[in-house]
């Protein structure tokens, strides 16, 4: 399994980024898929989860109404468009696949099974 983030960059306070996550090696519509991330210093943390069909998503509270979490199964990609973006939205950005059975959008980075390398994402103040 490999997942490939891209899209970080840096950006202005109030700005927006789309990060994408291309998956291969598994059967892409049959896994959650999240996003968390880490900030220097901090430990990672959930951000926004997505269901096999993308009909139902979670999101931490300090991005909601900000953030939002889609995906096509065509292209086995998830994409996490981020609008209004804060200076404390500063991290890398990576994506998880959870491949269980069961469809569970967990919160917890134990849940996942194999992880992307990151995208780095600087918003400025």
């Known amino acids: 399994v490999q997942l490939q983030a891209s899209g970080g960059g840096l950006v202005q306070a109030g700005g927006s980024l789309r990060l994408s996550c291309a998956a291969s090696?598994?059967?892409?519509?049959?896994?959650?898929m999240g996003w968390f991330r880490q900030a220097p210093g901090k430990e990672r943390e959930f951000v926004a989860a997505?269901?096999?069909?993308?009909?139902?998503?979670k999101y931490t509270d300090s991005v909601k109404g900000r953030f939002t979490i889609s995906r096509d199964n065509a292209k086995n990609t998830v994409y996490l468009q981020m609008n209004s973006l804060k200076p404390e939205d500063t991290a890398v950005y990576s994506c998880?696949?959870?491949?269980?059975?069961?469809?569970?959008?967990?919160?917890?980075?134990?849940?996942?099974?194999?992880w992307g390398q990151g995208t780095q994402v600087t918003v400025s103040s």
């Open positions: 090696g598994l059967t892409f519509s049959r896994s959650v």
């Open positions: 997505i269901s096999w069909s993308g009909d139902s998503t």
């Open positions: 998880a696949v959870d491949v269980a059975r069961i469809p569970v959008l967990s919160m917890s980075e134990w849940r996942y099974d194999y």
